[in-house]
């Protein structure tokens, strides 16, 4: 039986053309994974993995829809070899049940791991660079230093809450408070 699997990695992202190439390669069954493929708990991965018997395929459009990382990818062929269940990915035109794609399928993983080890390290280095020259990244505070004195004085109340000062800025009261102890003088 083959068997698909499609992961988009939020609710907002569409799985339907993963679907459809699926649908048309033939799989009788497709799982649909809504989760970061960096998470190692998904639950419709582990569905699939408890569903599959011997001589099944496991068909996916993407290598990296399936595996985490290359060693995650490994480890999970390595599983599929040793109950013999098949592996296809479509876009790689990998087909494990020959020695050809088992090494396209090795070569393939290791360029994917080393792209993503390279833009990991260019991203690093440049923040580095913006921190030498000043600049630190994250969100932009929502209040200003001028909103926090006035968050400070109508707290001075004791018949107003935080909740209610929280309101009035229109922000939550974990960002009150953290404002709150950054600029305590």
């Known amino acids: 039986m083959k068997i698909g699997y499609a992961r988009v990695s939020s609710d907002e992202q569409n799985e339907d053309a993963q679907i459809d190439a699926l649908t048309a390669f033939g799989c009788e069954r497709i799982y649909i994974e809504k989760l970061s493929g960096k998470l ?11 569903t599959l018997r011997p001589h099944d395929t496991v068909v996916v459009q993407r290598l990296d829809r399936l595996g985490r990382s290359l060693s995650n990818l490994i480890e999970l062929l390595a599983g599929f070899k040793d109950k013999q269940i098949d592996f296809i990915s479509l ?8 020695a050809t794609g088992e090494l396209v399928f090795h ?13 990991s390290e260019r991203t690093k280095v440049g923040l580095k660079a913006a921190r030498a020259r000043g600049r630190k990244g994250g969100r932009k505070a929502k209040l200003n230093p001028s909103d926090v004195k006035k968050a400070q ?10 909740t209610e000062v929280a309101a009035h800025f229109r922000i939550s009261r974990p960002t009150l408070n953290k404002a709150l102890a950054s600029h305590k003088n």
Not at 91 to 98: F, L, P, Q, R
Not at 107 to 119: K, P, V, Y
């Open 153 to 162: 004085a109508m707290l001075l109340d004791p018949k107003m809450t935080k």
């Open 107 to 119: 070569m393939i993983g290791a360029i994917a791991q080393f792209e993503r080890r390279l833009i």
């Open 91 to 98: 876009n790689e035109n990998i087909d494990t049940t020959s």
């Open 40 to 50: 190692s708990k998904r639950p419709e991965l582990s569905r699939l993995l408890d």
